[in-house]
């Protein structure tokens, strides 16, 4: 096996196993057990006091889907650099035609 691969191969071993734990680890209760959609309100995402409402839509996002949201960046960020790699290297055939 190449080494090239066997590292590819590693690396997305890697990421599976911390995308399955942050899924693991990511409170589903509160939206899997709902039978019908509910609103999530988008009106600030604070409070008189200063503290962020647990009924925004920044709240969901970032406290409650915050690990997986990550893993995901992490994930698309590492997609994009492979697609550059893979499109800046050079091809070896024979063009002697």
């Known amino acids: 096996m190449n080494k090239k691969?066997?590292?590819?191969v590693c690396a997305?071993?890697?990421?599976?196993a911390v995308l399955a734990l942050s899924?693991?680890?990511t409170d589903w209760d509160d939206y899997v057990t709902n039978d019908s959609p509910g609103s999530i309100d988008f009106t600030g995402g604070e409070d008189e006091s200063g503290v962020m409402d647990t009924n925004s839509l920044n709240y969901a996002l970032f406290e409650t889907y915050g690990p997986l949201l990550l893993i995901l960046a992490?994930?698309?960020?590492?997609?994009?650099?492979?697609g550059v790699c893979?499109?800046?290297?050079?091809?070896?055939?024979?063009d002697t035609d």
């Open 5 to 8: 691969v066997a590292i590819g």
């Open 12 to 16: 997305a071993a890697m990421l599976l």
């Open 23 to 25: 899924m693991m680890a």
């Open 74 to 82: 992490l994930l698309m960020f590492g997609a994009m650099i492979g």
């Open 86 to 94: 893979i499109a800046r290297e050079e091809v070896e055939s024979d």
